[in-house]
């Protein structure tokens, strides 16, 4: 295949993921409804949480920045955070204890009732993140998976699932950055018009 007819391939891929959300009315107003529990959240004083890993941890800390910095407004922070983010945690966690479980820990350690965890893995199956939404859901925190088409084991877990039509990861993930920044956008405009 010409080189400039497999960047043009990759970028129609990545179009038609994100076609196929525009038409797919349910998953549309799920945006919408999980942009009234962050908002509902936020109202009663709990917290966002992110996680994910590889890439997907990159896009868990860059959403959550958008909340406890800045989206769009000049406003006050919000109280987000990407779980992973805590170096020391991490590797004392993974190395004395196992990679599995450095987000079910705090999830356990941090996390209340009616906190938000939104967690984002292409297959729905990384074992770190099945574990976070195990405890998230035992301790009565609102689980949002952001998945591949199957939802893989997150599928039974996620209160509310975002799980983009596509079994290729970066496609997968260029999508999840969308429906991100899509909440991101409208629950800053419905938060601070309150
Ligand atoms: O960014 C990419 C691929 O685009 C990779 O770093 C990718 O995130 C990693 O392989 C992850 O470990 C994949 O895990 P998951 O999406 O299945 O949870
Ligand atoms: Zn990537």
Do not use: W
């Amino acid at each position: 295949m010409e080189r400039i007819t497999q960047v043009k391939e990759i970028i129609q891929s990545s179009i038609d993921t994100k076609q196929q959300i525009l038409q797919d009315q349910a998953m549309l107003e799920r945006m919408l409804e999980v942009v009234d529990a962050i908002v509902n959240a936020f109202q009663n004083g709990k917290r966002i949480y992110f996680c994910g890993n590889g890439g997907s941890a990159a896009d868990a800390q860059h959403l959550a920045a958008e909340f406890s910095g800045r989206f769009y407004k000049n406003r006050r922070a919000l109280p987000a955070e990407a779980l992973h983010c805590n170096t020391s945690y991490l590797t004392a966690v993974a190395n004395d204890y196992s990679y599995n479980d450095i987000y079910s820990r705090l999830v356990d350690g941090i996390m209340v009732k009616g906190d938000v965890l939104i967690g984002l893995s292409t297959s729905g199956n990384s074992a770190n993140i099945v574990s976070a939404f195990e405890v998230a859901r035992e301790k009565g925190v609102i689980t949002v998976g952001f998945t591949g088409i199957t939802g893989g084991i997150m599928h039974s877990l996620s209160d509310y699932l975002f799980n983009v039509p596509s079994s290729i990861t970066p496609r997968i993930q260029e999508s999840h950055i969308t429906i991100g920044h899509i909440i991101c956008e409208l629950v800053e405009e419905k938060y601070f018009s309150i």
